[in-house]
């Protein structure tokens, strides 16, 4: 059963409900698991190890979880790195697009003598600036998408959409995903298109936007 990337469970019953998950799906090696136990030993004791953000955020979601692009499970992603440190790291990704959309609203915010309903316009249609809405995902798959950007030589403020992800990658000798040059380029013209449109949009939104206060301060003084 396919369960929402939003719900959440403390986290003692995640973090022991996660482990019970680990070995019986046997999905992990051994020396993970080592790890793993050892990392959050020293977690419950307060000492030597301060989980990150993305850490924590491994934990806060639930045990059937699986990342929306690669669709690996939690148990698949554990692994030490390169110094034996744990790496368990889920990220936010969330489309740039809505920076781009918002860097030019501040340029002409700055303009503005009384801002204050501007602002509180533009997060209020903050969803229309985006193609898609921010999404927990696994940190290889948040690197394929830098990775597939630099390939396609991107805008800064493009970003593939997990669907789009799930398309771009192969996995490597150790079985990480990794961003496929012969898959990244075909996806990326594709969504650029929608990309470069919804710039358009979003850039006329926000000049008409503007257009109205100058208009309704004309008015009213």
Same mark, same amino acid.
């Given at each position: ?9 403390? *986290?003692?019953?995640?973090k ?7 070995? &019986? ?7 993970? %698991? ?13 000492? %030597?190890?301060?989980?990150? #953000? ?12 699986? &990342?929306?692009?690669?669709?690996? *499970? ?7 790195d ?30 503005c ?13 903050? %969803? /229309?600036f ?5 999404? @927990? ?8 998408d ?14 593939? #959409? ?13 079985? @990480?995903?990794r961003?496929?040059?012969d ?31 100058r /208009?309704?301060? %004309?008015?009213?003084?």
């Amino acid at each position: 059963m396919e369960v929402s990337i939003t719900e959440q469970l403390p *986290w003692s019953e995640t973090k022991s409900n996660f482990l019970l998950s680990i070995d &019986c799906r046997q999905r992990t090696f051994a020396e993970n %698991e080592r790890v793993l136990f050892d990392a959050l030993e020293k977690y419950d004791k307060g000492t %030597e190890f301060a989980p990150t #953000s993305s850490f924590r955020r491994f934990f806060e979601t639930m045990d059937c979880w699986r &990342c929306p692009c690669c669709k690996r *499970w939690k148990s698949d992603i554990i692994r030490p790195d390169c110094n034996g440190k744990l790496m368990t790291h889920l990220a936010r990704h969330h489309d740039h697009s809505e920076d781009g959309a918002r860097a030019y609203f501040e340029r002409k915010l700055a303009q503005c003598e009384n801002p204050a309903p501007l602002k509180a316009w533009f997060w209020r249609m903050i %969803e /229309a600036f985006r193609r898609f809405p921010p999404t @927990i995902i696994c940190q290889d798959c948040n690197t394929v998408d830098v990775a597939a950007k630099q390939i396609a030589g991107a805008s800064k403020y493009f970003s593939f #959409s997990p669907d789009e992800l799930g398309r771009i990658f192969a996995l490597d000798k150790d079985g @990480i995903p990794r961003a496929d040059h012969d898959l990244v380029l075909p996806t990326f013209l594709a969504a650029n298109d929608e990309f470069l449109e919804l710039c358009a949009i979003g850039k006329r939104l926000i000049s008409r936007r503007f257009e109205f206060y100058r /208009a309704q301060k %004309e008015i009213h003084g």
